[in-house]
Structure formats: C-alpha cells, structure tokens
Nanobody
Framework: QVHLVESGGGLVQAGGSLRLSCAAS?????????????MGWYRQAPGKQRELVAS???????NYADSVKGRFTISRDNAANTLYLQMNSLKPEDTGIYYC?????????WGQGTQVTVSS
C-alpha cells in the first residue's frame, strides 16, 4: 500500500535551517497523491501530541500554525510529486519527528517521519 517517505531531518543549532522533503512510495492507478490533495506537514515533539504545522492546497493556498508562521515555508513540485518544508530560524521547541500526510490525514499514508533536533 502506498505510503509517504520523509527525509532531510538532522541536528542543527538554534537559528539554523533545514529543508524537508516528502515523496510517495508509489502511485495508485497513476494518481499523484501529493499533487491532487491538500498536503500537510505534521510534527510530534517529545511528550506532546502530533500537530499540524503547515498545509498547502492544490490551488496553492497555504496555512501555517502560529508557532511557525514567518519561519517555515511549505511548497510542492508537481512534476516531481514532492512536498517540501523549508524551515528557517529554527528554535529548540521545533524539535520533533516531522511527518507529511494529506490534510485531513489518512492513516494509511503515515511514514516513519524524519527527526529534527534543534540544539540551544
């Protein structure tokens, strides 16, 4: 069954930047999941619930959680069927496992996520 694969996480100092990528493991009947759905980046910080931090609709409308607004940028490359999250001015509270999924999320699409650790 198709799932989403996240990459690009790592260890970075506060104030640094990372760029996360998300791609589908496969398409279903030539449907590009990332291209035709509203997509979101989610994160789960240590000891906290998973939260939606950014989303992008097929038409390009974007939304951000207040905690990341002005620092994170969500985008997609339709030709590559790839979702991105550019994260700048990172803070220790941004630490967590980052996942991509549709918005609203679908259980079948959750991948392993990619770990982001921001040191202070």
């Amino acid at each position: 069954q198709v799932h989403l694969v996240e990459s690009g996480g790592g260890l970075v100092q506060a104030g640094g930047s990372l760029r996360l990528s998300c791609a589908a493991s496969e398409s279903i009947f030539n449907i590009n999941i990332i291209n035709i759905n509203t997509m979101g980046w989610y994160r789960q910080a240590p000891g906290k619930q998973r939260e939606l931090v950014a989303s992008i609709a097929p038409g390009g409308w974007k939304n951000y959680a207040d905690s990341v607004k002005g620092r994170f940028t969500i985008s997609r490359d339709n030709a590559a069927n790839t979702l991105y999250l550019q994260m700048n001015s990172l803070k220790p509270e941004d630490t967590g496992i980052y996942y991509c999924n549709t918005q609203p999320s679908r259980d079948a699409y959750w991948g392993q996520g990619t770990q982001v650790t921001v040191s202070s």
